[in-house]
Nanobody
Framework: QVQLVESGGGVVQPGGSLRLSCMSS????????MNWVRQAPGKGLEWISG????????YYRDSVKGRFTVSRDDAKNTLYLQMNSLNSEDTAMYFC????????WGQGTRVIVSS
């Protein structure tokens, strides 16, 4: 059974940092490109970052480039997202996901950026 479990969300002040984790099981994690996607309140899904197998290639949408860092630990079957310099526009539910064709998605972790 495939599982993706996100953690690390919470309430943070503008300018603060959070580190999200996504623990996976039930599929060969190291063989898959992985993604982070978010959904802000009242808005649609927004891809924010991806990382290829091995972690040598990382990709970001422009609005998070330079502030967010994606990484993976294949020995732990875990995906990470380090988020720095957070602002109110980063408030959202954050999901980890496998390649779109797999349908592998977590349940999400909520991030609220507020003073």
């Amino acid at each position: 059974q495939v599982q993706l479990v996100e953690s690390g969300g919470g309430v943070v002040q503008p300018g603060g940092s959070l580190r999200l984790s996504c623990m996976s099981s039930g599929f060969p994690f190291s063989n898959y490109w992985m993604n982070w996607v978010r959904q802000a309140p009242g808005k649609g899904l927004e891809w924010i970052s991806g990382i290829n197998t091995g972690g040598g290639g990382t990709y970001y949408r422009d609005s998070v480039k330079g502030r967010f860092t994606v990484s993976r630990d294949d020995a732990k079957n875990t995906l990470y997202l380090q988020m720095n310099s957070l602002n109110s526009e980063d408030t959202a539910m954050y999901f980890c996901a496998g390649p779109w064709a797999t349908g592998y998605w977590g349940q999400g972790t909520r991030v609220i950026v507020s003073s």
